[in-house]
């Protein structure tokens, strides 16, 4: 038996006054418990089975389906509204697709809480978007190698699943969604300066400029993402409507 720190990414009723609940854990990873919650609308374990709830809790058993034996909260619930709330579903929902069960992320586990508060606080959301996406990619071991963006003398980049970012020489297709432009990349690469205001070499109005980048590294996470999702795609993303983040 194991104690940790935890939060809910989904839970659904399983058999009687039981749920069956997918966690994120701060030493297990991913991870998929019974919890025993009682007959009572009022029961304490039951109000404790919520997304976005710092949770403390006691994991037992060995096979693939854990035992929730203790469960306390350790703070108050984050305060995501909107499309906050939206893109922390968002996020819930790529962990439950791409985690592998029981395999530790103490950095993603991190990174999860630090996107929650940027939310809750009102930052701004793709951005935040963007990084938890990075640090995902990252524990499935597919971290970009942008190296080729700063070597070649060329204007745009494919990126090509286990070739990474390709050069692409001649003239530019300029209807094609998976072409991606230098600066744009090397903005990206560089992480503190990706939502600066100016890049250099760069001679479009400031705001514009950052909005390409922004548009740039949003379609570059979707392609990735996409693919690692195959067919199926994400239930959460028809929650942002006209709001695209993701």
Known sequence: MIEQNAFVLHSRPYREN???VDLLTEQDGKVTALVYVGQSKRSIKKGLIQPFLPLRLTLKGQGNVKHITQIDSIAKSYSLIKHSLFSSFYINEL??????EQISCQHLFSQYQTTLTA????EE????LRLFELALLEELGLSFDFSPVFEHDVNYFHYIAEQGFVPVYGSFPKNSAQCFDKT?????AQRGSLYQSSL????LPE???TEEVSYTFKLLMRQVINQLLGNKPLNSRKLFANKAYS
């Open 119 to 122: 939310l809750a606080q009102g």
């Open 95 to 100: 962990l439950i697709r791409l985690l592998t």
């Open 200 to 203: 250099p070499g760069n001679s």
């Open 125 to 128: 959301i793709a951005p935040q």
């Open 18 to 20: 039981q749920q069956l």
């Open 207 to 209: 705001n514009k400029v």
């Open 184 to 188: 744009h990349l090397q903005a990206i």
